[in-house]
């Protein structure tokens, strides 16, 4: 019972690079989502899709990219990686009739110098 | 223009005392409020609340929704060193979760 995969766990970037983190679910969750968690702020929503071939942006999309070719797959892209994207990376899914009750991913540590 | 606000950001308590954690919304047209809770990983779901006036209950833990005054609270009581944790708030509105910045608690033995 996997549930909801990210890797890698850690990653350190220099700026200006470009990385993929990557998450998938195996409960044939609708739903998938992109959080970031920095200090004193919560979770703020990245970029979400509730479906495949279909994405929409969140709170703070700016500077990450998604695309959802498949129902398992959900891959959050940095292109031009900077200081301020160094935080605390979670993915989580969920059922759409099933509303509210996400499941998370273990969370990916970025660190951009 | 922040949509869901949580009071306290941190509290400190000792076991045994009671806890009331406050969330706050602007949204109107959402279909659930919720709670999780956050230890050292990611976040684990505690409650989700539809419906104004109907308390949802888990052990020590409860939640209450207030539909037209807009807020949620969760009470835990008789308090415990495992209840130290961040306790996050989330409101569900157009396919999105959005959640607040959080609460802190620390029950100290």
């Known amino acids: 019972n996997a549930g909801v995969t990210q890797t890698p766990k850690f990653q350190v970037l220099k700026t200006g690079q470009s990385m993929t983190l990557q998450c998938a679910q195996d409960m044939n969750h609708e739903y998938m989502s992109w959080y970031r968690q920095d200090p004193g702020m919560g979770l703020r929503l990245i970029h979400y899709?509730?479906?495949?071939?279909?994405?929409d942006q969140g709170e703070v999309p700016n500077g990450y990219n998604v695309s959802r070719s498949t129902t398992e797959d959900f891959p959050l892209r940095l292109l031009s990686a900077a200081p301020s994207q160094t935080s605390v990376y979670f993915c989580?899914?969920?059922?759409?009739?099933?509303?509210?009750?996400?499941?998370f991913g273990e969370g990916s540590r970025l660190t951009v110098l | 223009e922040d949509k869901v606000v949580q009071s306290p950001l941190s509290l400190v308590v000792h076991e045994g005392d009671t806890v009331t954690l406050n969330c706050s919304y602007e949204?109107?047209?959402?279909?659930?409020l919720l709670w999780y809770k956050q230890e050292k990983k990611a976040p684990t779901f505690l409650f989700m609340l539809?419906?104004?006036?109907i308390e949802k209950k888990s052990g020590r833990l409860s939640s209450i929704l207030d539909k037209k005054e807009l807020f949620s609270i969760l009470n835990i009581t008789a308090t415990q060193t495992g209840d130290s944790a961040i306790y996050l708030c989330a409101v569900e509105w157009g396919n999105k979760l959005v959640f607040g910045a959080g609460t802190i608690l620390r029950v100290k033995s």
């Open positions: 949204v109107t047209n959402f279909r659930s």
């Open positions: 539809t419906s104004s006036g």
């Open positions: 989580a899914s969920m059922r759409l009739l099933n509303t509210g009750e996400l499941f």
């Open positions: 899709s509730v479906g495949a071939g279909i994405t």
